[in-house]
Structure formats: structure tokens, C-alpha cells
Nanobody, 127 residues
Framework: VQLQAFGGGLVQPGESLRLSCAASGFTLDHYAIGWYRQAPEKGREGVSCITGRFDGSTYYSDSLKGRVTVSSDNAKNTVYLQMNSLEPEDTAVHYC????????????????????WGKGTEVTVSS
């Protein structure tokens, strides 16, 4: 079971990025897939979560709601995180993770409940 987040990079404030989370060894749609980020010297923060075929729900951090959108492409076994109007405060390593789709893990963006983690992708927002 492997997850990999990619698509990060250096962007200017106000620009957008779309991150991708790809999996091998399992089907993402069968799991809750969460996006998390960790800025330098800060703890891991929940960004968004999608429950896949369980009930198709999506959840967002209150601080990021309106600027990020999570979606999936089952044919590509990939989950996306579209991030708009990026700010320097969004600079962080972004990770995707998988957990059972039921229960409170996804709605609460609780990273402690995630079973599988992928390598992160770095997002840097700077002028």
C-alpha cells in the first residue's frame, strides 16, 4: 500500500495549485482520503477530507474553506486538492493519507486516525 502526494511547487501569492494523491496497492475510493499540511516548526494541520464511495462527503478546515476543493477521479485512482488564492501562510509540506471512511476521522480531519501516509509535496508561496 503506497500513497504519493505530488504537484507542489513555488508559486506567487494569489496563484493556484492542484495537488494530486495517487495510490498503488489499493483503491482510494474505498477509503477516506485526507489532506494535511505541516509548516516549518508547526504541527500537522488538517486541510480537507473526502469519504469516497462510502457517502461521497467532503470536509474542509474552517480556516481554508472557500479556497480549497477536494475531488476524486476514480478512473485514475487519484484524489485532488485544488488550492486557490494561495498566501505565504500556506507554505507547508502537504500530505495525503487514508483511513476507513466511516466514523469521525474524516469529519474531524483527525490526522491521528489516518492509517496510511504518503510522502509529502512541498508548497511554497512567495513573491
Amino acid at each position: 500500500v503506497q500513497l504519493q502526494a505530488f504537484g507542489g511547487g513555488l508559486v506567487q501569492p494569489g496563484e493556484s495549485l492542484r495537488l494530486s494523491c495517487a495510490a498503488s496497492g489499493f483503491t482510494l475510493d474505498h477509503y477516506a482520503i485526507g489532506w494535511y499540511r505541516q509548516a516549518p516548526e508547526k504541527g500537522r494541520e488538517g486541510v480537507s477530507c473526502i469519504t469516497g464511495r462510502f457517502d461521497g462527503s467532503t470536509y474542509y478546515s474552517d480556516s481554508l474553506k472557500g479556497r480549497v476543493t477536494v475531488s476524486s477521479d476514480n478512473a485514475k485512482n487519484t484524489v485532488y486538492l485544488q488550492m486557490n488564492s494561495l498566501e505565504p501562510e500556506d507554505t507547508a509540506v502537504h500530505y495525503c493519507a487514508a483511513a476507513p471512511p466511516y466514523g469521525s476521522i474524516c469529519p474531524t480531519l483527525n490526522h491521528h486516525g489516518m492509517n496510511y501516509w504518503g510522502k509529502g509535496t512541498e508548497v511554497t508561496v512567495s513573491s
